[in-house]
């Protein structure tokens, strides 16, 4: 029998199409990874971490494997578009809902084929995203599977991916848990402007020394910190702010508030206080302002790392400030001193909480500042009262201060 050979080489061409489709949506295929989770589970935990393995794909929608959330992008992969996939069983049958935190830099999420939250918009290339930072709660339909697919995109952040840990719990919980958190930050941000305003008017009609200008300008700095990072409350309640206005509100603010408590704790405490380490420090504060102003999101925030360092510096400085003022028995210094300790274990949880070591509580952070300020306004009144001017003699007494304490004696 005789073959044709056109026939052969058609049959050829065939048959290495045919080959290639398949081995190419066996490249593209993968196994989405699922979840099972209980009612009984739901009900005793109230929330649940969805830190499990997800699918991830590219932007080419070629399957990456899967990986374990929260995921922050390798630094070699930080700019780009990624997908991630995740099916959720459960038996609950009452209405669930997510927490949603910000991500880097921008996300749409989908559960069953529907948009439920997004942030920003996802695109494969920067002209087409549009990066934002907003925390989200999100209602999920009844069901008993879940398809969850979340895309993300970055093109502005040194950063990319997840940082902190989507939530899956009861409605009522997570919406009433967003509501204190909010609360707190409102009333944190109400009692810092009270405090700036109220201390800038008293002293406006008195003398007003220069640690209680420090000490408004302190309450004004950390109140925008508040308003533009972590909960993002402004942006939140006001999302057609830029992104970038926001981003360099929330490290200009850092940097601000850092440089005036480090002026309040030196002016506050004179003789207790290094000359050289202020310049340093404030130096330094001035330097990362710049950087910021001048440069892009994707450039100055590559030394985030640098800027904790200095800020953990500066908060041991004004710890170590405010222990000599109380070695010297300085009036009222011991005020300082528990809101110094509370701010340290503040800016501790703070930083734990953003290596992932432990979740972030907002209600928890912002009832810490709700101490600090309170007990370092607490404290200024007491180093300015008329009684704080002989206590507070220079450790090698002058005539003055001796002739003023032997006539107050």
Same mark, same amino acid.
């Given at each position: 029998m005789?073959?044709?050979?056109q026939?052969?080489?058609?049959?050829?061409?065939?048959y290495?199409l045919?080959?290639?489709?398949?081995?190419?949506?066996l490249?593209?295929?993968?196994?989405?990874?699922?979840?099972s989770?209980?009612a009984e589970?739901?009900q005793?935990?109230?929330q649940?971490k969805?830190?499990?393995?997800?699918?991830?794909t590219?932007?080419?929608?070629k399957?990456?494997?899967t990986?374990?959330?929260?995921y922050?992008w390798p630094n070699?992969q930080?700019q780009?578009?990624?997908?991630?996939?995740?099916?959720?069983?459960?038996?609950?049958?009452?209405?669930?809902?997510?927490?949603?935190?910000?991500?880097?830099t921008?996300?749409?999420?989908?559960?069953?084929?529907?948009?439920?939250?997004?942030?920003g918009?996802?695109g494969?290339?920067a002209?087409s995203?549009?990066?934002?930072?907003?925390?989200?709660?999100?209602?999920l339909?009844?069901?008993n599977?879940?398809h969850?697919?979340?895309e993300?995109?970055?093109f502005?952040h040194?950063?990319?991916?997840?940082?902190?840990p989507?939530?899956?719990?009861q409605?009522?919980?997570?919406?009433?848990?967003?509501?204190?958190?909010?609360t707190?930050?409102i009333l944190?941000?109400?009692?810092?402007?009270?405090?700036?305003?109220g201390?800038?008017?008293?002293f406006?009609?008195?003398?007003?020394?220069?640690?209680?200008l420090?000490?408004?300008?302190?309450c004004?700095?950390?109140?925008?910190r508040?308003?533009?990072?972590?909960?993002y409350?402004v942006?939140?309640?006001?999302?057609?702010?830029?992104?970038?206005v926001?981003?360099?509100?929330?490290?200009?603010?850092?940097f601000?508030?850092?440089?005036l408590?480090?002026?309040?704790v030196?002016?506050?405490?004179?003789?207790?206080?290094?000359?050289?380490?202020?310049?340093?420090?404030?130096?330094?504060?001035?330097?990362f302002?710049l950087?910021?102003i001048? %440069?892009k999101p994707i +450039?100055?925030?590559l030394?985030?790392? *640098?800027?904790? &360092?200095v800020t953990a510096? #500066?908060?041991? $400085?004004?710890?170590?400030?405010v222990?000599k003022?109380?070695?010297?028995?300085r009036?009222?210094a011991?005020?300082?001193?528990?809101?110094?300790?509370v701010g340290l274990?503040?800016?501790?949880?703070n930083?734990?909480?953003?290596?992932g070591?432990?979740? %972030?509580?907002?209600? +928890?952070y912002?009832?810490?500042?709700l *101490?600090?300020? &309170?007990?370092v306004?607490? #404290?200024?009144? $007491?180093?300015?009262s008329?009684?704080a001017?002989?206590?507070n003699a220079?450790?090698?007494?002058?005539?003055?201060?001796?002739?003023k304490?032997?006539?107050k004696?």
């Amino acid at each position: 029998m005789l073959i044709n050979p056109q026939s052969t080489s058609m049959f050829k061409k065939w048959y290495c199409l045919i080959l290639s489709v398949l081995v190419l949506s066996l490249g593209y295929s993968q196994e989405i990874p699922t979840l099972s989770v209980s009612a009984e589970t739901i009900q005793s935990e109230k929330q649940i971490k969805l830190n499990t393995l997800w699918a991830e794909t590219d932007a080419t929608g070629k399957s990456m494997g899967t990986v374990t959330f929260p995921y922050v992008w390798p630094n070699d992969q930080a700019q780009g578009y990624k997908c991630y996939q995740l099916i959720l069983l459960t038996d609950y049958t009452k209405p669930l809902t997510l927490e949603i935190p910000d991500m880097y830099t921008s996300y749409r999420l989908w559960v069953n084929n529907k948009v439920i939250a997004q942030s920003g918009l996802v695109g494969k290339d920067a002209s087409s995203s549009k990066p934002e930072w907003i925390p989200k709660i999100a209602t999920l339909p009844k069901a008993n599977q879940y398809h969850f697919k979340l895309e993300i995109s970055n093109f502005l952040h040194s950063k990319g991916g997840v940082k902190n840990p989507i939530l899956l719990g009861q409605q009522d919980f997570l919406e009433k848990k967003r509501a204190n958190a909010e609360t707190a930050a409102i009333l944190l941000i109400a009692l810092l402007a009270l405090f700036g305003v109220g201390i800038t008017i008293y002293f406006w009609w008195t003398s007003m020394p220069v640690s209680a200008l420090y000490f408004s300008l302190l309450c004004f700095a950390w109140a925008l910190r508040v308003s533009f990072s972590e909960l993002y409350i402004v942006p939140y309640y006001f999302p057609s702010i830029s992104w970038h206005v926001v981003i360099h509100i929330e490290y200009l603010s850092l940097f601000a508030a850092i440089g005036l408590g480090v002026k309040f704790v030196s002016s506050l405490y004179p003789l207790d206080r290094h000359k050289i380490m202020d310049i340093l420090i404030l130096s330094l504060l001035g330097l990362f302002s710049l950087l910021v102003i001048f %440069f892009k999101p994707i +450039v100055f925030t590559l030394w985030l790392n *640098v800027y904790l &360092t200095v800020t953990a510096v #500066a908060l041991g $400085y004004m710890a170590f400030t405010v222990a000599k003022a109380v070695g010297y028995a300085r009036y009222g210094a011991l005020y300082s001193v528990f809101a110094i300790l509370v701010g340290l274990a503040a800016f501790t949880y703070n930083l734990m909480s953003y290596q992932g070591l432990f979740e %972030f509580n907002p209600l +928890v952070y912002n009832i810490n500042y709700l *101490v600090i300020f &309170t007990l370092v306004a607490i #404290a200024m009144f $007491y180093q300015r009262s008329k009684r704080a001017d002989y206590r507070n003699a220079p450790d090698m007494l002058t005539f003055d201060h001796y002739y003023k304490n032997d006539k107050k004696a």
